[in-house]
């Protein structure tokens, strides 16, 4: 039986030097837990799942408010993965089911991430690949250097910025395949649509969605 919330030794090891934390509110828990009770009684569940256009379906457990959007700004600034540790095993299930050929995650572009140092969008499939098995690959697109971030920016300026943010970086033959996509929020939905669009065009047959959590609002399904 695979350990829930992928804990290892290494993560009791690392406990030891780095206490682990609540990435909600910051107060120490044991090395193998996620979230405290209290924060976790407050995580608002979501229970929209219209995916964003050019996806055919969507895995998301939380709404991006109160105790979550705590959790995933932790996870974004900080590095703390156990936002995604809990998505990965909601979804986990239903992940395996579906018979993926492979899971991939939005690129970041390259500068940022090396400042950052990682890609918080790559926790969630890394823990869906521990407990499912599935393979993962982060080399089929890439984030093109632009401007404006798009947080900074409005819905439809979201959209347009986003087509021009993400292009394929490997010409891989993705033809009949079933490909989960994974993010570690969707707010307007415009990052994940176009990236799967870009899949689309690589020839996938199936594309999902995925992440840790989503806003409230309702996506644009127009393809």
């Known amino acids: 039986m695979k350990n829930k919330y992928c804990f290892t030794p290494f993560d009791f090891a690392i406990d030891i030097l780095l206490p682990n934390r609540c990435p909600a509110c910051g107060t120490f828990i044991p090395w193998n837990k996620c979230v405290c009770r209290a924060c976790y009684d407050e995580f608002e569940v979501n229970e929209i799942d219209e995916p964003p256009a050019f996806t055919d379906k969507m895995y998301v457990p939380f709404i991006y408010s109160g105790k979550v959007k705590s959790a995933l700004l932790s996870m974004k600034l900080d590095g703390n993965k156990n936002s995604a540790r809990i998505a990965a095993e ?110 689309k065009l690589m020839g996938a047959e199936f594309v999902a969605c995925a992440a840790v959590a989503k806003t409230k609002i309702h996506f644009n399904q127009s393809n």
């Open 90 to 199: 909601k979804i986990e299930k239903q992940i395996a089911e579906e018979g993926f050929n492979l899971i991939t995650a939005v690129p970041m572009e390259f500068h940022h991430k090396m400042q950052r140092g990682f890609n918080q969008a790559e926790f969630l499939p890394n823990f869906l690949h521990q407990l499912t098995g599935l393979s993962t690959n982060y080399k089929i697109l890439k984030h093109n250097k632009i401007p404006s971030a798009q947080h900074q920016l409005t819905a439809e300026e979201r959209r347009h910025n986003a087509e021009n943010s993400f292009s394929i970086l490997n010409k891989k033959n993705l033809s009949g395949k079933k490909i989960l996509l994974c993010d570690d929020i969707i707010t307007t939905g415009a990052t994940i649509s176009a990236c799967a669009k870009l899949l």
